[in-house]
């Protein structure tokens, strides 16, 4: 197990972590301080913060389904640079439920890097990678109307967080874990729903 694919959960909330300053944060400043090529990061803090405290946030939830279907887009089509629209960077998070929100995310995210390492990265090739890219793109058109359903919309993101895991570490044993879990949202908005 490479000692960057280790660690590259927590240096992720480290990079956000750092950018963190004054009362709120705009969406801007997130991406450039992980870097505007870093589909994958980009991704997994996004849909770490609507799965934690942060996502008390108004509208979260939405905003984060409109961000990850973007990107998704934006990877499938081979864009090289992260791109959103300005009503989206323009967007002010309050900066101490950011805070609270990592603070919650270390321990679990230090407890799913004890089993990161590289395999079954045919999953990170095409066709293999349209599935679960396909799969998320489906699960963020109905993000918005999770929103309504209590706790669904942290595990429709958490499903999100565990793709982009995978993906940022080539771990796609993380990968399939998502599609478990998605699985798992399906059957809980049937039940719902029905």
């Known amino acids: 197990m490479g000692q960057q694919n280790h660690h590259a959960l927590s240096e992720v909330l480290d990079q956000l972590d750092a950018s963190i300053e004054g009362d709120q944060i705009a ?9 505007g090529r870093s589909f994958a990061s980009l991704i997994l803090v996004f849909s770490l913060i609507s799965t934690s405290p942060a996502s008390a946030i108004p509208g979260i ?3 984060v389904a409109v961000i990850v279907f973007t990107l998704l887009v934006q990877m499938m089509a081979g864009r090289d640079a992260v791109w959103l629209p300005d009503f989206i960077t323009r967007r002010q ?4 439920k950011l805070r609270t929100g990592i603070r919650w995310l270390r321990k679990p995210v230090k407890f ?10 045919f999953l990170f090739h095409r066709p293999w990678l349209w599935l679960p890219q396909v799969l998320i793109l489906c699960l ?5 109307f999770l929103e309504l359903i209590p706790a669904s919309g942290s595990i429709a993101s958490a499903v999100i967080a565990l793709f982009a895991a995978g993906l940022l570490t080539r771990d796609g044993a ?10 798992g949202v399906v059957v809980l908005v049937w039940q719902i729903g029905f």
């Open 93 to 96: 998070l309050e900066t101490e």
């Open 27 to 35: 969406i801007a400043d997130v991406i450039e301080a992980l870097g």
């Open 140 to 144: 963020t058109l109905f993000m918005p």
């Open 112 to 121: 799913v890097e004890r089993f990161l390492k590289v395999r079954l990265t």
């Open 174 to 183: 993380m990968v399939i874990a998502s599609f478990v879990v998605l699985s």
């Open 61 to 63: 939830t939405a905003m």
